[in-house]
Structure formats: C-alpha cells, structure tokens
C-alpha cells in the first residue's frame, strides 16, 4: 500500500482518533500541574517534554486533603483517562 493509503486507513481509524482525543484531554488536564503548555516557551525544557509524560502524569501522587483542589480534580481526571486508556488494550 502506498503511504497515504496507510496513513488514510489507520490514523483516521475511529480508535486511533478516539486515542488521540483521549491523549489531548489527558494532557490539558494535567496541564495546571505540569505546566506543559510554559515548556514550549524554553527549548530546554521542551527537548525535556517526551512521551513519558503519560507516565509522570500516571505516577504523580495526590496529596492527601488536596483532591478537591481545581488542579488536584483536573489530574485526577487525567488519570481516570490514563486508567481507560489503558484498558482499551
């Protein structure tokens, strides 16, 4: 098949879209905690934005007393996806 062939059938896929919608709320949501919309302002901390930021989101711990703080409700949101995400496999 030639490339767009490919490109036309599985990145415009119904999953792959709805994948990629999940990942887009995953990371506004995080966004107050991870400041990741500040970090293309600075090349060095861009280069320091990877695809393991999915992870750092999965991992990063809501302190106790704080999950009703906007920012602490918007990553537990994200995580919540993350988590979905995850069982669509």
């Known amino acids: 098949k ?3 062939e490919l490109f036309k ?5 119904k999953a792959s879209k709805a994948i990629e919608y999940m990942i887009c709320d995953i990371l506004r949501l995080a966004n107050d905690e991870f400041k990741i919309t500040e970090m293309v302002d600075s090349c060095e901390d861009f280069l320091d934005l990877t695809d393991d930021i999915i992870q750092e ?17 918007n990553l537990k949101k994200a995580k919540d996806l993350i988590k979905k995400l995850n069982r669509r496999r």
């Open 9 to 13: 059938t599985i990145y415009s896929h």
């Open 2 to 4: 030639t490339r767009y």
């Open 57 to 73: 989101i999965k991992r990063r711990k809501i302190p106790k007393g704080d999950e009703s703080k906007p920012g602490m409700e």
